[in-house]
């Protein structure tokens, strides 16, 4: 059974909305709500993702379109800008959402260890498994190659880079961080 | 009578200012503006008044005129478009020249714009009136002429709004020239079969006044025939009439139709959109007026079986008949063409023209029709079986944003989708209909209540969303996904069949006809009404009407109410017998005029033609719009237009920049 007890009255606003219009996606307005977004998308018939609920949550200015993981089911592959019938840059909206939910907070734990791996090595995805240094090794070439993390100077020479535009902030406030966090400690 | 003022009398200006409520004194200081008034030249008084366009109102004007105080007036309050017309009419009355007359538009260009800027708004208010003052004392006086109005009209289009129009028109003893391109009469509602919200049959509505336009004396119907070249201007058009060959005497026919079942060719009717036939020597459709046949050249093989006398016994086939032109002379002219439908090809994503079991709305309509291809009993195109459940979308090229989508609310869309259900549902009971929609538009009269009829008595089902995705299964069934956004959640559902609820275009050759007429098109690709409230069915071409889908989508009662609206538009005109011409035309300067024809091509209605003889450019005044153009362009200064001259322009700007000050150094 479904929760049963609708425990809230929603509380509507429009910061998103004006955050998407500062940012050139005035067309958050002339959303009609038919549904052609939601009715063609192929991710959508697979996973929870109901492209139609994020644009109207985003009007709305209904915190959960930027705290929810339905967010991040999106692939980006256009079916629904391509179909829209008011023409919405749907795809580019919910990227632009993304970035808003990140900047507020709202970071998936995979995100965030991404995040970090590059903070830590200046690579996303980082040479860390034995197997492929063994496997080096073994060609007779080094355990790992000549990039960024193999000299401790280049690491902090991006970690600057990423402290100058404030990114680092933006990674360790996520709210995700601070639940794992309060997880650990408990 | 209204020439009273000589150019050399000396300018007396009464400025009047309003204050329109609050609409102006809520915003700005109406008694310093008066006072201000006061102080610029050539003006003997100023007065403030609540409602200057009231009674109250124009008589204090009337007064002052007729007490020798000022003979010229300025009323500074709303838009020109409002109350010149009035005013005009004031001046006129206590005999000073209507158009030493001027307003100043301080409301649309200082207060409504200027809510929380009072001071702003005063200072455009100020500009408006000194710039009004500058230029009236400058206007000369004009006449008014009038041109007489031929008492015939052309109608151009024999739909349903096109055939009311002439009608109403010939019953009040005008002529009428009926001009239809098609074989028949009756237009797109010769196809319907019944129409919302009363659910009448069309064909018993229609037919009976197809007839009465063919037994009207006063309406000469002209069918298969096209409009070649207007010339003229109002009251005075001379049209050149195309009549296509029917290659068959349409005085010797008698319409008994043995040719057509006797003639070996087979081919598409239109009437049927397709998905019925016709032979190569036809009519439309059994009921079409005028009754006699025509034969299709371009499928035509020339046999000549039609032409023995077994199969015609009048002797009426005529291979060798030749096209004609006929040139008539008249005052006025309805444009009434209608409308073409949309065509969903290019949305793939609903497979129309793919799947043969995905239609339109006007296929539809043919299918349910009781005289139509299937005799009113629907069925699948892929197997002729009848459907057991149907789905309808709507808005498909309607109320999209995307290229090649309209824009517009199509307006018949939803209430045609609900009847077709609604037929079907009639006869079988048992079939599921499903109506995905984005909004219901049930606004006319009767049409909330047939919206709820069809949930109520029939087990319609409407669902809230657009279908994004259509499939075809083995059996040619649709697939069709969608998001009942009610729901929030993604349905798919099987069909029989899928009518797109397609929307009304402007027809294909539209801007053709707009470019006969000079008359203008939106950006809807409809023809333009002169206003959108006050003027709906003139165009701004004086003496041309518009009627029907030809101005933009409607339904039966809006076409044929719009219809009666031009008819007594043109018949206004007819009844006066003339027609005033704004005195606002543009005048060549013979003596300037170098012969360099650089106005000729640019001006947009068509006013300017070129005296080879005096090697001068010729402004047709009742074609001038006075929009200016070729004023600004004329290279050797020779087009002044009237009450827009360049000195009464210069007044005004020149009174409301003032002349840059001289720096120190002395350069500007
Ligand atoms: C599927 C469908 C169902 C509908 N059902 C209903 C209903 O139930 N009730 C209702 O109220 N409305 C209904 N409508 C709307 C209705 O069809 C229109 O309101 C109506 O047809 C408007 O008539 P009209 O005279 O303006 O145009 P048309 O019917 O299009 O008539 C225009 C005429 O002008 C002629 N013409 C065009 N160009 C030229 C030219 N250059 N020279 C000479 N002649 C020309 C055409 O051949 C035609 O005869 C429906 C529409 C659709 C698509
Ligand atoms: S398809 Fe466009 S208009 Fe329709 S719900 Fe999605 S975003 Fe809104
Ligand atoms: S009438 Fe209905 S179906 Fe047609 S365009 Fe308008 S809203 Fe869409």
């Known amino acids: 059974m479904e929760d049963l007890k609708s425990d809230r009255i929603l509380e509507i606003k429009d910061d998103i909305s004006n955050e998407l219009r500062k940012a050139g996606y005035a067309e958050i307005g002339a959303c009609i709500q038919c549904g052609n977004c ?35 089911l999106c692939t980006t592959c256009y079916t629904c800008f391509e179909r829209c ?46 197997k492929w240094n063994i496997m080096r090794e073994s060609y007779g070439v080094n355990r790992v190659p000549p990039t960024v993390h193999t000299d401790p100077k280049y690491v902090k020479e991006v970690q600057e880079l990423i402290s100058s535009v404030g990114f680092d902030k933006t990674i360790a406030w996520g709210k995700y961080a601070k639940k794992e966090e309060k997880a650990e400690k408990k | 009578m209204s020439n009273s003022l000589r150019n050399d009398e000396e300018i007396k200006i009464g400025v009047y200012v309003c204050h ?87 409301r649309e260009h200082a207060t409504w714009v200027n809510l929380d800027d009072p001071e702003g708004a005063f200072k455009i208010a100020k500009d408006h009136v000194r710039m009004a003052v500058a230029k009236l ?48 009469i009756g237009g797109h509602m010769a196809q319907l079969d019944k129409t919302f919200p009363t659910m009448d049959c069309s064909a018993c509505i229609l037919t009976p006044r197809m007839v009465d336009v063919g037994r009207e004396e006063k309406i000469h119907l002209m069918t298969y025939s096209e409009v070649e070249k207007v010339d003229g201007y109002v009251g005075n058009f001379d049209v050149t009439i195309k009549k296509k060959p029917h290659y068959v005497d349409q005085e010797a026919c008698t319409g008994c139709g043995l040719c057509a079942i006797e003639c070996p060719v087979i081919c598409a009717n239109e009437f049927e959109v397709g998905l019925g036939i016709r032979k190569a020597i036809y009519i439309p459709f059994p009921q079409a007026v005028p009754g006699e046949f025509t034969i299709d050249m371009t499928k035509c093989i020339k046999c000549g079986i039609c032409a023995t006398p077994e199969v015609c016994e009048p002797d009426a ?27 969903p090809t290019e949305l793939k994503q609903y497979g129309y023209g793919k799947y043969p079991n995905v239609i339109n709305g006007l296929e539809m309509e043919r299918l349910l029709s009781s005289f139509g291809p299937l005799e009113g009993k629907p069925a699948r195109p892929s197997d002729l079986e009848p459907p057991h459940s149907i789905g309808f979308l709507q808005c498909v090229g309607s109320r999209n944003f995307r290229p090649g989508g309209n824009n517009y609310c199509s307006r018949v869309c939803c209430m045609y989708a609900t009847k077709q259900a609604r037929q079907y549902k009639e006869k079988h009971p048992e079939a599921s209909i499903y109506i995905f929609y984005m909004d219901i538009r049930a606004f006319g009269k009767g049409y909330e209540e047939f919206y709820e009829s069809a949930g109520r008595n029939f087990g319609i089902k409407y669902i809230r969303g657009r279908i994004g995705e259509v499939y075809e299964d083995e059996d040619h069934s649709i697939i069709v996904r969608a998001e009942d956004t009610l729901l929030q959640k993604q349905i798919e559902i099987k069909l029989d069949m899928l009518v797109l609820s397609c929307g009304l ?38 003496g041309i009407f518009v009627a029907g889908v030809a101005q933009g989508p409607k339904d039966i009662p809006d076409a044929v109410a719009q219809a009666k609206g031009a008819a007594s538009g043109a018949a206004s005109l007819m009844a006066m017998g003339e027609f005033a011409i704004e005195p606002y035309y543009s005048v060549v300067l013979e003596y300037k005029c170098s012969g360099c024809k650089s106005c000729q091509s640019l001006c947009p209605f068509n006013a300017i033609s070129f005296d080879v003889f005096k090697n001068i450019a010729v402004i047709n005044k009742a074609l001038c719009k006075g929009c200016g153009t070729c004023a600004a362009a004329c290279p050797s200064d020779a087009i002044v237009q009237n009450h827009f001259s360049d000195d009464q322009i210069f007044a005004m700007i020149n009174t409301a920049i003032p002349p840059l000050a001289k720096t120190e150094n002395g350069s500007k």
């Open chain 2, 137 to 184: 004392s400058e206007l000369k006086p004009l006449e008014v002429e009038r041109v007489k109005v031929e008492p015939a009209c052309l109608v151009i289009g024999a739909g349903i709004a096109g055939m009311n129009a002439s009608i109403d028109l010939a019953k009040e003893g005008y002529d009428v020239y009926l001009v239809e391109r098609t074989a028949t």
């Open chain 2, 505 to 542: 275009v402007a027809r294909y050759d539209a801007d053709q006809i707009a470019s006969i007429l000079t008359i203008q098109r939106s950006a809807d690709g409809f023809f333009m009404e002169a206003h959108p409230k006050l003027r709906p069915v003139d165009t701004l071409t004086d």
């Open chain 1, 85 to 130: 019938p008011r023409n919405l840059p749907i795809t580019d909206m919910i990227i632009f959402l993304r970035n808003l939910a990140v900047q507020r907070g709202y970071i998936l734990p995979n995100h965030l260890n991404l995040c970090r791996m590059f903070y830590d090595t200046g690579h996303g995805v980082p040479i860390n498994d034995e």
């Open chain 2, 317 to 343: 086939i005529r291979f060798d008949d030749k096209l004609e032109y006929v040139e008539i002379k008249v005052g006025t002219i309805i444009v009434a063409t209608g409308w073409d439908l949309y065509d």
């Open chain 2, 20 to 106: 329109c409520g609050i609409n102006i004194a809520g915003v700005i200081d109406v008694p310093a503006l008066t006072e201000y008034a006061k102080t610029l030249p050539n003006v003997a008084l100023a007065k403030e008044y609540k409602f200057i366009c009231s009674s109250i109102g124009q008589e204090m004007i009337k007064e002052d005129i007729e007490a020798g105080l000022i003979n010229r007036v300025i009323v500074a309050a709303c838009s020109p478009r409002m109350h010149e017309p009035t005013f005009r009419m004031v001046v006129k009355e206590v005999g000073v020249n209507e158009f030493l007359f001027e307003m100043a538009n301080i």
């Open chain 1, 38 to 72: 939601t009715a063609g998308c192929p991710s959508g018939r697979r996973t929870a993702l109901r492209t139609r609920s994020i644009i109207r949550k985003a009007i709305l200015g209904l915190e959960e379109v930027l705290s929810d993981k339905e967010l991040w």
